[in-house]
């Protein structure tokens, strides 16, 4: 049985790394003799140029065929048009929206030989190993209405912040799933003493917490959050919060790895795929970094990380994730450094694909 990938790769750096975790994957498929079938895909930028959508139909089509997506990066300066009518982000809600992507998985996990690139103390975040879960089809970003109009004092924007029972529930329910398998401590982010969407998120975390009682459960204000993150974030496991929350504060967290490089993440649905897992979209968190793009200076890492996440999550091959997780780190270790990475204790600075390819070797050296 082959294993359908669409492969995406974007706008900006995208092309670059997702062209590095593509040649990881094939490495994977060679040396495990595991049959992928890889197709690939234009949206974002690069589509509104070609097709005029973000999103074409057929790319959307192949993704709902697919067992999982690799994402590179959408947007740029060139489609920065804020009363465009489309843009190039459209094609990411799109694709969480149609597929039923609700679950966004960011770990963030401290690497010891990467201690010097975090501007935060090393004994702050040393030995940090957290998730964020992050509500990904409801919220601000989808409500409606979501508009621009003329109102009696001039110009006016508008956004809608609504979310149900059954998506909290469905978002809290994983994330609870997902600490019971780690450390068994969940902690659920909002801004309940403001707003009733967070209010009743609130109020349905405390109500499933009854039925999690193996799971220590704490609510934090979001305001609040984005202060413990850096004060003390050995002290958390898992944290679950909505849509925009999420986005600001993984963002925030990339500081805790010493870059957004280094960060991969795994956007989950309900629907089961041919391999009986369930189907995914799988992206570094970094963005397009339109200023770097094509100078072969981009970090591959997250993006290849992304790529074992994608192996162990949507394909169910754990063995081979770790093998590819392993390389990373051993690369690593061996001081080999991108641009973002500098200050992190590494002598040997690189581009993109020399990166890519010493991970490829690596791979290649623990199989032989």
């Known amino acids: 049985m082959a294993y359908k990938i669409l492969v995406v790769k974007g706008d900006g750096i995208g092309p670059e790394v997702v062209g590095e975790a593509l040649q990881v994957l094939k490495v994977i498929a060679r040396l495990s003799a595991i049959d992928f079938e890889f197709k690939e895909g234009l949206i974002g930028g690069h589509a509104l140029d070609q097709f005029g959508v973000p999103l074409p139909d057929d790319v959307l089509k192949n993704a709902q065929d697919s067992d999982a997506i690799l994402l590179g990066a959408v947007g740029g300066p060139k489609w920065d048009n804020p009363a465009a009518e489309k843009r190039p982000e459209q094609a990411l809600l799109g694709l969480r929206k149609a597929l039923g992507l609700f679950a966004n998985i960011r770990p963030v996990k401290a690497v010891k030989d990467l201690i010097g690139a975090s501007p935060i103390k090393s004994d702050i975040i040393n030995g940090v190993d957290l998730v964020v879960i992050r509500e990904l089809t409801g919220g601000i970003y989808y409500g409606k209405p979501s508009e621009r109009r003329t109102g009696a004092e001039g110009r006016e924007g508008i956004d809608t912040c609504i979310y149900s029972e059954a998506e ?3 978002v809290l329910k994983f994330a609870f799933e997902l600490a019971r398998e780690r450390r068994k401590k969940l902690t659920s982010v909002d801004k309940a003493n403001v ?9 349905i975390a405390v109500e499933l917490s009854q039925q999690y009682k193996d799971v220590a459960v704490e609510n934090q204000l979001v305001d609040s959050m984005a202060m413990h993150l850096i004060r003390r974030p050995r002290d958390f496991d898992v944290i679950v919060t909505e849509n925009m929350f999420g986005d600001i504060l ?17 956007s989950l649905g309900e ?4 391999a009986g897992c369930r189907i995914g979209l799988y992206e570094p968190i970094h963005g397009s970094a339109p200023d770097i793009a094509g100078r072969d200076e981009a970090n591959p890492l997250a993006a290849i990380l992304s790529a074992a996440m994608l192996l162990e999550h949507s394909l169910g091959l754990r063995a081979e994730a770790e093998i590819i997780t392993k390389a990373v780190e051993d690369v690593i270790h061996d001081g080999h450094r991108t641009r973002d990475l500098q200050g992190g204790g590494g002598t040997k600075m690189i581009g993109c694909k020399a990166m890519g390819r010493l991970v490829r070797e690596k791979i290649e050296s623990a199989e032989s």
């Open 168 to 170: 909290i529930k469905r």
């Open 195 to 203: 707003l009733s969407t967070s209010r009743l998120w609130r109020e």
């Open 250 to 266: 993984t963002d925030e967290a990339s500081v805790l790895a010493g870059s957004m490089g280094l960060l991969p993440s795994a």
């Open 271 to 274: 629907d089961v795929n041919s």
